[in-house]
């Protein structure tokens, strides 16, 4: 078993990290950290399977979270150039990085039309909470028999909403309004 401690960072591979930092800045208010440019690592070049790699890094931290995105641009070698957007269902990879508010429909209200955002769903879209839901459809771990904590979700459950969009370099991101404490 491997023994995760936290949750690192998220890489995203962008054509150009200045206008990438600018956008996901004005997009979630998050600041650089750390930066290395024309950065050459024998070591960093192994560990990535590529041969003499040269990549510009940015880590952005968000404020109020424990996230990091890694933003990198490859100078040498220089992979496919074309952005993949990948519908939620299709196989392989990480499909949707979930990020929680305090309010979804004011939150989407400030990202629809927004330049660069593709809401995923209908022109007139827009969030729903979910439909009904029943404590036999789910199973609560080890405490799948306390009635009680299932009731509990299912109520909180029913009022949950959220929609995924894509942003320009392929990314879907998920907002959500937190429901539950997952610290525990």
Sequence with gaps: MLEVKCFGHLSIVVPDIEEAQNYYKTLFGIEPVISFKNF?????????????????????????CNLVLELIQFEAPKGSQEISKFKVNDLGGPRCISLHVEDVLKAFKSLKGKAGIEILNSEDYRPVALSSIQSDQFILGAEDNNLEAKDRIVLKLSKKYFFLFRDPYGVIWKIEERLFDHSS
């Design 40 to 64: 050459k690592n024998e070591g960093y070049s192994k560990n990535m399977g590529l041969q003499e790699v040269e990549v510009h890094i940015r880590m952005l931290r968000f404020s109020h």
